[in-house]
């Protein structure tokens, strides 16, 4: 054992130190103690029983989004709630009180009176009775003397003035859920705050949100406030300017009508999206202001999913479009030249089966241009088969096929190319060589998106085959104003494929739509060329019905309809994709939508809008 | 040496101090516990099956003799650091912060066991380095780096009063051995051109805490809002107080974590200046107790145990206290005996038993 190394004596010191620190450390909570209990007790026991201080929440306005010719798309409105203060209610004359009350809200005046009850909150706390209307407040302000107690609050909501219009795009907001305030996730909210649900509302939520402030209120003993004794202000959300163009939106979603399916409108030299339309939609207004529960049952139960975003979420085959890819692939990989030419006869017979064309009387010698402006069936069968599944994969993911574009919206999905290897993990089978015939005519297990599709044919138009990240957001600015962030495109990849292989497929597309012999010569629009190619995605149907006019195809068996493109032909400034549900063939579906997407571009450029909203 | 010899040596005075601190505290935590509805919430009850448990830990801690605990000594620090280790790789997150492990259906706390673990280990590498105090820098090397470590671990969780408490703590430990000029000097230096470092590795809410303590203004409805209520509570019990459960700042709502770090200013209001200075004679009466077992400790082991044990008492109580007057930052430290809570009357009662402990075994006769 080791020995002590103090005697009493040398300790003696170093405890006396101890004891001071501890003497002095006491001596100072003591001193305190007694300043605020005896010299100033009387102000703290006068606060604490005639006065109360609540701490409200003051909510932060959301931040604006515009379109890029400076539209508002989406801002704040006052909205007025009717407060009640039980300890402020007249206990005699209850009743008239009451009568009154339930008269002007239009409520029962049961569940007022169940408002009143209990003690918690404090009952001089305002507690919430209902939402009501401007001319309702106008009332409740009326007859102020004769309701004591209530309450009247204006509080910010979001407001979406283009209504349906923008609805997927956008998205809406919602009350942060009492589930989500109890996760870390959301410490910085509290109950009452809004949190994007979808769209740019929520992959934006962060700059939209702004920052809320509070104030120390005082009040007396019946809840009236008498000051402010602290506040910090609320701080605004920061504005978007968002890449959309009004004009060509409304233009989209009209031309799809009722139709379910998607639009999707790119800058080819920005990998802005000018326009972005699913449809059906909601009116987000709806959903900001709070909707029953059986109407949220009703909306999430519809079988058209009216929340789904399908130009991101929705996955498609791409049917004949997917054609432009493999033609690049049979080019790039050097298995065809643009002279090669394949006998088609109306089918193809392959592994002791036939593979049709959707021409049955065959298109006869067909080289690569004339296998894209007619779309023959049986040239692709030949080109895939030389290519092979994994050589088709490989050079149409150079076009972004098969992984999300990275688009700014919440749910995007990726689309599907399929490979040897991914059967094999995910099926757990090999591959078959007639899948591959499917998959060179944009069938089988390919998928992808009406973006994806836009952003790809984005790419095979751009002059040098800059591929751009599509995007919603192109400037933050403050609540005044002022740029913040002036977000440049982005960049995120270059066709490998060389400008005369580009040139080849382009020359063909435009025949596409011009040519005599075109599918999608609907789409042909006055004064600005288009270029595009259609496509049928086949979707699964009895046999019974396989050779029935489209007319007596049931609705949900009828095929996809899909043109994409870009205009003008000659020097390309959008790119766009149409998907129509059901809509039939690509050719006199989709195309005819697209044409009046064009043709509202072609306005806007006259207008010169177009050229103005890049400037800005 | 017979059986009673040994009761006889039980120090119970100290016990008495002990039983009365813990019989007011229940009291004020049974009218923290009142809603503004007359309803009762479950934390006295539970509080008193805590101090149960923390009976029986008391009496293991008095019974090993404390000689045999400095052996452990590296088996300790190497558990304590285990178990941090395990909080940050498998620890439950409450309000941002990893603190917890489950251990079957028992949740615990490694850093609040880490408070005393730690005392143990810096007492037995302070008491068995071969140089003579005052130190210079080389003797120190060690207890620093090893309290460091493990305060590091704690500080990532991230629990910044519990590390900033082990530094002190041990501190207290090297200060009472006693430390050449040169070197207090160079720490202070080093402490002051470190705290910019120190302030960029704050959490947030850690820096928001710190500011508001500063300017309680900066955030009137968070902890500027907790400051202010509190001292309204403290304010208004004035001399005498109101009464028992007839504070209305506590019953009311206006005070937040009433049942826990804020308990001190519901004694306040309800038992005013007499009561609350009553009871902070009390715990500056336990602390000076805590003291002298250290000055009667047999060897340096003992007398640095007791002094770090000690140490750990009086911040306790110092920075709860001080905060709920609004002296000090809010910072989340329970006060002993009177805060809800499981892991702080279990830690106070082992604390309690070591000094036991070091003060029966002073003659070297058990």
Known sequence: MLRPRFSRSRLRPRLVVCVAIVAGAFAV????????????????????ENNRIRVERIPAPRG??????????????????????????????????????????????????????????????????????RAQMARLEAHRLELPGMLVRARPVRHYPQGPLFGAVLGYVGEVSARELGSDAFAEYAAGDVIGRAGVERTWEATLRGTPGGQQVEVDVRGRELRVLAERPAKAGRNLILSLERRLQQAAREALGDRVGAVAVVDVRTGDVLALVTSPSLDPNELARGVSAQRWQEIVSDPLHPLQNRAVAGQYPPGSTFKVAVALAGLAEGVITPRTRVYCSGAYRFAGRDYRCWKKAGHGWVDLERALIESCDVYFYQLGLDLGVDQIARWASELGFGKETGVDLPGERPGLLPTRAWKRRSRGKPWYAGETLSVAIGQGYVLTTPLQMAAAMAAVAHPQGVRFRPRLVTRIEDPAG?????????????????????SRVRKALRQVVAGAHGTARRADVEGLPVAGKTGTAQVVKLPSERNLPIEQIPWEHRDHAWFTGYAPADDPRISFAVLVEHGGHGGSAAAPVAARVVEAYRDLLREGLAARGEQR | MSRGAVWRQIDWGF????????????????????????????????????????????????????RKIEAWAPWIYLGTLGLLGAVLAVGHTTMGAQRWIALGPLRIQPSEFAKISMAIVTAHLLAREPANPPYGVRPLLLPAGAVLLAAGAVLLQPDLGTAVLLVGVAGAQILFQGVRKGVLMACAGAAAAGLPVAWGFLHDYQRQRILTFLDPERDPLGAGYHIIQSKIAVGSGQLLG????????????????????????????????????????????????GLDIASRARDDFGRLLAVGLTSILFFHVFVNVGMVLGLLPVVGVPLPLFSYGGSSVLTTFVICGLLLNIRLRRFGRF
């Open chain 2, 242 to 289: 109101k009464g028992f459960l007839q504070g209305t700042q506590a019953h009311l709502r206006f005070l937040p974590e009433r049942h826990t770090d804020f308990i001190f200013s519901v004694l306040a209001e309800e038992w005013g200046f007499v009561g609350a200075a009553f009871v902070l004679l009390l715990y500056g009466l336990w602390i000076l107790w």
């Open chain 1, 64 to 133: 604006m989004m515009f379109d890029r010719n400076g539209e508002i798309l989406a801002d704040v409105r006052a909205a007025f709630e009717a407060l009640v203060v039980p300890s402020e209610v007249p206990v005699e004359g209850l009743d008239p009180w009451l009568d009154r009350v339930s008269e002007i809200l239009g409520m029962p005046s049961a569940d007022i009176r169940s408002a009143l009850e209990g003690s918690r909150p404090a009952r001089w706390e305002p507690r919430f009775l209902s939402r009501i209307t």
């Open chain 1, 482 to 502: 002022r740029v913040l962030h002036a977000l440049p495109p982005e960049e995120v990849g270059r066709l490998p494929f060389s400008l005369a292989q580009l």
């Open chain 2, 15 to 66: 016990l008495a101090l002990l039983a009365l601190l813990c019989g007011v505290g229940l009291t004020v935590l049974w009218s923290a516990s009142h809603g503004p509805d007359g309803a009762v919430a479950s934390y006295p009850l539970r509080q008193v099956r805590w101090m149960a448990m923390g009976v029986l830990a008391l009496g293991v801690a008095v019974s090993v003799d404390y």
């Open chain 1, 29 to 48: 909570l003591l001193g305190r103690l007694a300043y605020l209990q005896v010299w100033q007790g009387a102000r703290y026991r006068y606060l604490s």
